[in-house]
């Protein structure tokens, strides 16, 4: 059976390249490299040196020329690496070149992120959407990742190898056939966990919670903040893709309106395509939130980037026109008060917070408030006692504030989402 190369698990001493064209590239490359840096320590790999490379033009065989080629070869060598890690996508082709080259494993930023995203997987979705990602990405690369594969299947007397192979099978065409119906099955699979998720949705919508997305760079804290804001218990840590599975967790809001809080696998500069492509099912939370919360790290001198990348993303996924609360967390980390003046100038109406100490969350929820203010009203009502059942909507639903007993009837004021005020509109009464 065709499986993925575990390449993290073989390699101890690593060199990072990034290689860039334009002498104008060169700060944002490098600004790249680090976050390669920070992503292959995720990894647990021994990172020994790192280079940025400026080549004249693009080459199609190694990126740069042969000579720059032979130069971080010898580099490599000189530093003992058993990997290079490309901060540049590569293509098969070239991937090829490079080892045929230095004798030594090479891989790019795609892979780095695909092998941080199957050591994280846990749930049953996540998983599944990186087998998908990762089979996809490793396809093209298979000729690279057998030493078999020129050996051609026999005839009938090939021990029931005809069966597996059929006449003159190569076995690099058994693994592709192999590795195609895998990806068929894992996107079948797929469906199956989209299925769910919209039947999980309908049953939310049937009680018409509003629903906000917690959407951010990677290690912005959005863990945290959900954390903070629901007493919840999910991974936050200061590392990269910490958090790969979404959680839902509710909330009540300072009016006493629900709210349903999800968290969201954080995006990267760069993002491979296919893993937007393959986190659809998880990253949909987003696009179908009734608004969504910006996370962005203020303390980052890349923070500008971080929230163009964020809204490049969003836009990609069909919900660049969600309403947005902008939050600049980690602002206890932000002592340059000219620093501060400018992210307000640059991002006004946004709110600084910090989710690590609680800082200014209760106007975050505030605005909150806001948005969802055509969304509720303020009721009163007289309603029997024997209708039970409209007083278990108002406490499923609402937010009762108030209540007396007058003879046979109940006296309630409740905070209502609009359709629990349509279906109680008979029972209103004006306050006393």
Known sequence: MFEVRERPEMVERAMLVSIYFDPREEPQSE????ELHELVKTLGINIVH???????SLHKQFLCGTGKAQEIIDLARAFECDVIIFDNGLAPSQQREWEKLGNIAVIDREEVILDIFNKRAATREARIQVDLARMQYALPRMARMWGHLDREGGGGSSGGGAANRGMGEKQIEVDRRLAHQRIDRLKRELEDVRSQRRTQRKERERFGTPHVAIVGYTNSGKSTLLNKLSGADVLAKDMLFAT???TTRRIDLPDGQPLLLTDTVGFVRNLPHRLVEAFKATLEEAVLADFLIHVLDCSSPEVDELYTTTLEVLEELGAGDKTIITVLNKSDLLEDEVQRLLLENRYPGAIYISAASGENLDTLLASCMEVLADRVRVAHYRIPQTRGDLLNLLHREGKISATEYE???????????QHVAGKLHSFMVEPA
């Open 31 to 34: 600004s790249l490299l680090e």
């Open 50 to 56: 790192s280079v940025l490379v400026r080549s004249r």
């Open 244 to 246: 790969l599975d979404t």
């Open 407 to 417: 003879e046979n009837d109940i006296l309630i004021t409740a905070i209502v989402p």
